[in-house]
Structures are given as structure tokens and as C-alpha cells.
């Protein structure tokens, strides 16, 4: 299916029909786009990759980016009249949030203020600075609700490099792991690129996405090249999410 005969592969050439389970599209109600204008910008870029299936999903981080589904659904509604005034018929996009495990989680949880994923996931995330304190019993409130966690990014939390085998003991809880494409470089650092690169060799990546904010994070995406050998154990990954969620 794949020609493996090249040493570095452009990543892009391999997200043709894939489904972007993690992004900040929606306009105007977190650090993602602002204006309808830049929602259109990035879809544009993607499409020109091959992605037209997204399910976007904006903070709801209390203090900071305090979402409710009505604020949410207000902007998804927006970008869908945009798509259309932009005559991008063939885009596809479906609403969803990523949920930081903070001292409001389970209170939303509780009272149905969450927005899943395709009615049976939940994309969650910590802090970069310190490991929720509740975040063992947030998961298992999730569970509890009949939800499948998914943990975004998980190779951006630096203070579980150094343990690394609380990876592993999340992954019996029953957590879904999601990769961020851009950790493949050193976007975002060299021990974060180390750790997505440890996580995939051990078979810990359950799905991968873009987390794009912005354009420059989009041509940083473009430029991304994957060696043979993790191309290999990417792959099913790709194909995973897109069969997962198409």
C-alpha cells in the first residue's frame, strides 16, 4: 500500500481522507481562530492535503476558557453557515470539546455540560505544569458516565517523561492515548518529540491528530518529515483514527 523505499516521507502525503479528531477551528471562543475568516484559512490549508473531516474541539478550561455547549454550538453554527458562504461543500465538520481536568470537570461531568465525541468519548486533558489532582478520580468519573477517556497529547506533559511507566498504568485505567503530528519534530521540544516517538515504538498511541491553532502551526505541520521506520509504526495509527472516526 505504501512505498517504503525512500528514506524521510513527507507525513502529509499520508493524511489523504483522514478525520481530525483534535483542532482549534471553531472562531472566536479559545486560543484557536479568531475570526470566521481564519476558520476558512485553515480549512483551506487542510484541504489542500487531503483533510476534510474535522471534529473540532475548543477548551473548556475553567477561569480561562470557561465553554458551555451553547457558547460552543453558537460558534460551530457560524463556521457552518462560513462553510457554505465559502461554498466549501464538501467539508465536513462535527463539534466536540477538550475537557482540562480541573476543579470544574466533574462538576460539568455531573450535570451534562460536557461534549463528547461521537457520543461515547471524551477528549481530556492535564495541565502542562503539574499533573491534575483529581485527575485519577476524573477518569473514573468519565468511565462511570460510559464514556472512553482520551487523553490528548500526552507526550507534551514533561513531568511523566521521567516516570515513564505512569504511562502505562494510565493505559490500565482504561485511557486512550491521542499523539499530537506536530510532537513528530521538535515543534514543541526535543524531549517532547523523544517521548511521542517512545510512546508510538511501545504501541501506546491509540489515535493521533493535529491540535493546529493557527496557520504557522499548519505549515509547520506541512514541512513534517517521518523516517521509514516510524512511518511503519505511524501508519496504523493514521488508519485507526480514520476508521475510528470517518
Same mark, same amino acid.
Given at each position: 500500500?505504501?512505498?517504503?523505499?525512500? &528514506?524521510?516521507?513527507?507525513?502529509?502525503?499520508?493524511?489523504?481522507?483522514?478525520?481530525?479528531?483534535?483542532?482549534?477551528?471553531?472562531?472566536?471562543?479559545?486560543?484557536?481562530?479568531?475570526?470566521?475568516?481564519?476558520?476558512?484559512?485553515? @480549512?483551506?490549508?487542510?484541504?489542500?492535503?487531503?483533510?476534510?473531516?474535522?471534529?473540532?474541539?475548543?477548551?473548556?478550561?475553567?477561569?480561562?476558557?470557561?465553554?458551555?455547549?451553547?457558547?460552543?454550538?453558537?460558534?460551530?453554527?457560524?463556521?457552518?453557515?462560513?462553510?457554505?458562504?465559502?461554498?466549501?461543500?464538501?467539508?465536513?465538520?462535527?463539534?466536540?470539546?477538550?475537557?482540562?481536568?480541573?476543579?470544574?470537570?466533574?462538576?460539568?461531568? &455531573? /450535570?451534562?455540560?460536557?461534549?463528547?465525541?461521537?457520543? !461515547?468519548?471524551?477528549?481530556?486533558?492535564?495541565?502542562?505544569?503539574?499533573?491534575? @489532582?483529581?485527575?485519577?478520580?476524573?477518569?473514573?468519573?468519565?468511565?462511570?458516565?460510559?464514556?472512553?477517556?482520551?487523553?490528548?497529547?500526552?507526550?507534551?506533559?514533561?513531568?511523566?517523561?521521567?516516570?515513564?511507566? &505512569?504511562?502505562?498504568?494510565?493505559?490500565?485505567?482504561?485511557?486512550?492515548?491521542?499523539? /499530537?503530528?506536530?510532537?513528530?519534530?521538535?515543534?514543541?521540544?526535543?524531549?517532547?518529540?523523544?517521548?511521542?516517538?517512545?510512546?508510538?515504538? *511501545?504501541?501506546?498511541?491509540?489515535?493521533?491528530?493535529?491540535?493546529?491553532?493557527?496557520?504557522?502551526?499548519?505549515?509547520?505541520?506541512?514541512?513534517?518529515?517521518?523516517? !521509514?521506520?516510524?512511518?511503519?509504526?505511524?501508519?496504523?495509527?493514521? *488508519?485507526?483514527?480514520?476508521?475510528?472516526?470517518?
Amino acid at each position: 500500500m505504501f512505498d517504503f523505499f525512500i &528514506k524521510k516521507k513527507f507525513l502529509v502525503d499520508y493524511l489523504k481522507g483522514f478525520v481530525d479528531i483534535h483542532n482549534h477551528i471553531l472562531p472566536g471562543i479559545d486560543d484557536g481562530a479568531k475570526t470566521i475568516d481564519d476558520s476558512i484559512q485553515l @480549512i483551506k490549508g487542510f484541504s489542500e492535503i487531503g483533510v476534510k473531516k474535522f471534529i473540532c474541539t475548543p477548551h473548556i478550561m475553567n477561569n480561562y476558557y470557561p465553554n458551555t455547549p451553547e457558547t460552543i454550538l453558537s460558534s460551530y453554527n457560524s463556521l457552518k453557515d462560513g462553510l457554505l458562504d465559502s461554498n466549501l461543500k464538501e467539508v465536513s465538520i462535527e463539534v466536540s470539546a477538550e475537557h482540562m481536568i480541573d476543579d470544574n470537570f466533574e462538576n460539568i461531568l &455531573k /450535570n451534562g455540560k460536557i461534549m463528547p465525541m461521537r457520543k !461515547n468519548y471524551l477528549l481530556i486533558e492535564m495541565s502542562y505544569l503539574q499533573a491534575s @489532582i483529581n485527575f485519577n478520580g476524573a477518569v473514573a468519573a468519565v468511565a462511570s458516565e460510559r464514556f472512553f477517556p482520551i487523553l490528548a497529547h500526552p507526550e507534551r506533559y514533561i513531568y511523566l517523561h521521567d516516570t515513564f511507566s &505512569k504511562y502505562g498504568n494510565y493505559k490500565e485505567k482504561g485511557i486512550l492515548f491521542q499523539l /499530537n503530528l506536530l510532537s513528530l519534530t521538535d515543534f514543541y521540544g526535543k524531549d517532547v518529540q523523544k517521548a511521542a516517538f517512545r510512546l508510538l515504538d *511501545e504501541r501506546l498511541i491509540d489515535y493521533v491528530a493535529s491540535d493546529v491553532h493557527n496557520m504557522n502551526q499548519l505549515r509547520n505541520l506541512k514541512e513534517v518529515k517521518v523516517s !521509514n521506520t516510524k512511518m511503519k509504526t505511524l501508519i496504523p495509527v493514521i *488508519e485507526r483514527t480514520i476508521d475510528n472516526f470517518f
